[in-house]
């Protein structure tokens, strides 16, 4: 799997070519923050619409599919809740990166977009972050490229943890 990165920026995520755009946020954290927010803005508020009508609530193990385009350049789009703030750990990560992995497999996609359980409101740590996905991707062959959203200090913390797995790969001849 090829690991790229993309700032949280709306103009930035429209130069994209993927065919998915995976976004997770919490139950119990509100206005929507970051990735999240920016997209639902660029949707018009689409998402809190969603959110205030109850269709989505961002529970722990919710996904959600809403369409993405013609306002954004994915196919689809899709709603990982996080479950509560006060509830969150290493084990929802975990959780939450599984399910994302296993639903864009079920979905065949191939490239996609996503944000890091936790990341939009800096609950883990990104090296932490990119480590439980990397564990967790190693499963997902059929992911072509993830392109993470990071800022910048994000991305600059996650790259060795890239690298060493790449390094690792190399090595074991995968």
């Known amino acids: 799997m ?3 990165f993309v700032p949280p920026d709306l103009r930035r995520l429209d130069e994209l070519k993927s065919e998915a755009l995976a976004l997770c946020f919490f139950e119990d954290e509100r206005p929507l923050r970051r990735e999240v927010g920016l997209v639902d803005w660029r949707l018009c508020g689409a998402i809190s619409r969603i959110l205030l009508r109850g269709r989505a609530t961002g529970a722990l193990g919710e996904t959600v599919l ?3 385009q013609p306002r954004l350049p994915f196919d689809k789009l899709f709603l990982f809740g996080v479950g509560r703030v006060s509830q969150f750990d290493d084990a929802v990560v975990d959780g939450v990166v599984e399910r994302i992995l296993d639903t864009l497999d079920r979905a065949l996609v191939r490239t996609s977009v996503v ?5 939009c409101t800096d609950r883990v740590r990104p090296e ?3 480590k439980i996905f990397l564990g967790r991707a190693a499963m997902h062959p059929e992911q072509d490229q993830v392109c993470i959203i990071e800022t910048a200090e994000g991305q600059r913390a996650m790259m060795p943890v890239v690298e060493r797995e790449r390094r690792r790969e190399r090595a074991e001849g995968i």
Do not use: N
């Open 115 to 119: 944000s890091l359980p936790g990341r």
């Open 128 to 130: 932490h972050a990119m």
């Open 2 to 4: 090829e690991v790229r």
């Open 66 to 68: 809403i369409p993405a």
